[in-house]
């Protein structure tokens, strides 16, 4: 199974998808999920809902994994055929400079100044996005709309998934968040194929989750499930520039994250007691390691879910990785294994959603 959520991992992760721009990774969703699914749809918005029914009537359970990946916009073009560009979703300033891109499937280089010409202050100095530019090889403006660029075009990282040198299960590249999770979906519904269990399963595909949650807010509004899953990555906070016990004691290798705590303030979420005792519990009953984790940084889909209707019992469930929206974000794939070991266990066991409550 590692070899295989590492093949998939590395298929996605080369498809652009920038927020607001997911097309080309939901049609490629969409062709590995429709096979697999009862019933599957795109709807206005981008989100692919893939329904898989069991054998037996049952709650619902929708899982999220969203397609869209942070990067950047075209914003204009200089006469001497510089591309500007406006960051879109977390991309970080100072990862950009001297970085491969891709603009609307062209190659091109985020320049640097020239190392001779930086003064002493600008050599240790982070230079803002709104300074940098993009070089596509070409001279005049004209040369760039030759080309098909338009303002508004995607920008994202050129980074081919790769493997560590020390540890094979450890992988890097970009848009891992959450390509990962796409593909812990697809071998999850793969999974169920032909077996019986009661209830439904709506594997979700959302998009603009790096833009603020919004695929997922119309996508839980339609499906309206007993309970809702998001499924992406978190921040890890075991690496040296982090103290890892006093502000994130989520480790690479260690199995799921169940987020107790995400964000903060309108935009955060709080875990119900009674769905983090049954996430435990399936936890435990499919014997996959797992780590609860209290992450005030960021969101996850169950932070807009869990505010539709008349209130979603909702879950993020997370893989830790490494190097958060950058380039060289790093997953350890046993970590992918047990999450998808654990959300099986919950679908062979839907009836048991029936009993969550607050009280
Ligand atoms: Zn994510």
Known sequence: ???????????????TGLAGQEQQVV?????????????IEVDGFGNISAV???????PRLMITAHSDEIGAMVKSVESNGFVRFHKVGGTLDPLLLGRKVLVSGHIGIIGVKAGHM???LERTRVVASDNL?????????????ALGVKVGDPIVYVAELATLGGNSDRVFGK?????????VLVKL???LQGVEFAGEVHAVITVQEEVGLRGATVAAYRVNPDLAIALDTVPAGDTPDINTNKELPIHIGRGPVIQVLS??????????????????????????PYQLAVFSGGNTDASAMHLVRDGILSAALTMPRRYSHSPVEMLDLNDAVHALQLLRQICLNLPAIAELSFI
């Open 52 to 58: 898989k029914r069991g054998n037996r009537p049952g």
């Open 118 to 120: 930086q003064t002493p």
């Open 27 to 39: 049609k490629h969703l969409l062709e590995l999920l429709s096979p697999l699914a009862d019933q």
């Open 133 to 145: 530019y993009i070089d596509l090889g070409v001279d005049s403006a004209e040369a760039v709309a």
């Open 1 to 15: 199974m590692k070899q295989e959520l590492k093949q998939m991992l590395a298929e996605l992760t080369a498809i």
């Open 175 to 183: 848009a891992v968040d959450d390509r990962i999770g796409c593909a």
């Open 263 to 288: 964000g903060g303030g309108p935009r955060g979420f709080l875990l119900n007691p009674c769905v983090k005792q049954f996430m435990v519990a399936m936890a435990e009953q499919a014997q996959v």
């Open 189 to 191: 519904l793969a999974s």
